[in-house]
Structure formats: C-alpha cells, structure tokens
C-alpha cells in the first residue's frame, strides 16, 4: 500500500499515447467500471477475479 500513496509512482498518459506503446487495452475499453487486469508471464493481459476493490478503494 506503500507504493500506491506515493504519487511520484504514478504518471499520467493519453489514451492514445498508450495504445501506441501496446493497443492490448483497447480489448477492455467496453468493460464495466471496477475492472482490473495483470499480465500473465507470457505478457498477455487478463482480467482479475474477485479483485479486492475495498481495500483499494
């Protein structure tokens, strides 16, 4: 939780400049708010079950 409350550990990018760098999220735009998604070790994305949303929030 520590890193998450440090914002120099965050940066803010454009839709567009991210999908340039990997358009994988395009998938999920459509998706439902209170999604999150990781990357297995092949690098492809997944969406997360049962993500604790309580504790982030």
């Not at 998706?31 to 949303?53: Q, S, V």
């Amino acid at each position: 939780m520590e890193f998450l409350n440090d914002s120099t550990n965050f940066q803010i990018l454009s839709l567009g400049v991210v999908l340039n760098i990997d358009d994988a999220i395009q998938s999920f735009f459509d998706d439902n708010p209170l999604c999150a998604y990781e990357r297995n070790n092949e690098g492809l994305l997944y969406k997360i079950k049962n993500y604790d949303w309580k504790s982030y929030l």
